[in-house]
């Protein structure tokens, strides 16, 4: 009798199952950048992209009709924490990576990726190689390259600068290297020589030695490839010395945090980046959303949240997050996202705005 008791629950328990219907399976995406450090500000932005991006797909009925898990990881923007940091990933079952911000981490972490069928929209990284050189189908970047900035400093200088001499400085990183060696060549090519080329370490707080070789040379220009706490210094020095030379520089010199290092010495101080994606009608719902909440809402906050969105939709289109599948799906579709319609090419390249010149002018970064 206790026999039959025990089968008839068993049973019982077993049809319950079936007219519930499956469970529904949690799936994991993560975002992955400068979360502490120098870079953190560029993090923060990321986190909240993403957070947000994973929150509006959930309440959506998320991807597929399963939920989407928000894991974070901090790769300091340095190559072999980003291994690190990807090999991780793979632990947690993570089917997609919003990030990294910077190629060094990029990079290194798509070798991993592609190994382990893991899709990889970076948001930020603009250096050519990462998708040049890519180790598989599934990296893609939402984010200009650097070649297309170089090419627009590069005629800047040599067009609009042509009597003024012209120092080239770079913080010896992948991202300030090789935007720095992009525009001396465009520059070059249209026949305008610079008067220096140096490369100076990063972290450095004391840079008088260098903006006074900057002054020897007689420089009217300088062009910094890097970030922007060396450029907030050097251009605090600049204004010490009394030296009357433009600042240009990349797109990482987008962020109040470049403001909050030169204060009025940083006016004038020219700027490439692309259009800026709160202009997008589609942004606006977005941005009112995470200022309300006190949250940054600037450039990497909204292509991140482009990056998930574009994933997101991908991944319905093919039926799952098979890589082989959503990467074709990415390669073929067009996507609709806080950006605007996003596409991506044969070479995992987006379709976002061309770079534009912004200018530094009492606090405010005003397109030119």
């Known amino acids: 009798m206790m026999k039959n008791r025990q089968l008839a629950a068993s049973i019982a328990f077993l049809v319950c199952g079936l007219l519930s219907g499956p469970a529904l399976a949690d799936i994991p995406i993560a975002v992955a950048g400068p979360m502490k450090g120098q870079f953190a500000a560029f993090g923060a932005q ?28 901090d790769d300091a923007c340095d190559g072999e924490t980003a291994t690190a940091v990807a090999n991780q990933m793979i632990g947690k079952g993570v089917r997609f990576v919003a990030g990294h ?16 069928g893991i899709v990889q929209i970076s948001p930020a990284t603009t250096l050519p190689a990462y998708t ?14 650097d070649d297309r900035q170089g090419r627009l400093a590069g005629r800047l ?7 003024a001499r012209v120092a080239i400085l770079h913080d010896k990183t992948a991202y300030g290297k090789s935007l720095a060696d992009a ?18 370490d990063s972290g450095g707080q004391d840079y008088s030695a260098l903006v006074s070789r900057l002054g020897l040379e007689d420089v009217g220009v300088v062009y910094l490839g890097g970030y922007y706490p060396e450029a907030g210094l050097i251009r605090l020095e600049m204004n010490r010395q009394g030296l009357d030379a433009v600042m240009v520089s990349g797109d990482a010199l987008m962020t109040e945090e470049f403001w909050s290092v030169t204060g009025p010495a940083g006016n004038g101080t020219l700027v490439s980046y692309p259009q800026d994606p709160r202009d997008s009608p589609s942004a606006g719902d977005l941005v009112s959303v995470l200022e309300e909440a006190g949250k940054p809402a600037e450039r990497y906050a909204l292509t991140t949240y ?38 991506f090419d044969e070479n995992g390249d987006s379709n976002v705005p061309d770079f534009v010149w912004h200018e530094w002018r009492d606090g405010e970064i005003l397109q030119k």
């Open 46 to 73: 990321m986190l909240a992209g993403a957070e947000q991006a994973v929150a509006d797909i959930n309440a959506a009925g998320g991807v597929n009709g399963e939920p989407l898990v928000l894991e974070v990881a």
């Open 101 to 116: 911000f910077c190629f060094s981490g990029s990079i290194a972490a798509s070798e991993v990726y592609s190994g382990a």
């Open 132 to 145: 040049d050189q890519r180790p598989g189908g599934g990296i893609f970047r939402l984010a200009p390259r």
């Open 157 to 163: 200088l040599a067009e609009e600068f042509a009597d």
């Open 183 to 200: 525009v001396r060549a465009e520059m070059n090519s249209l026949g305008k020589s610079e008067s220096m080329f140096y490369g100076f």
């Open 306 to 343: 482009a990056a998930i969105q574009a994933w997101a939709q991908a991944a319905e289109a093919a039926g799952g997050t098979d890589e082989d599948q959503v990467t074709a799906a990415l390669r073929e579709g067009s996507f609709q996202t806080v950006l605007g319609t996003v596409s």
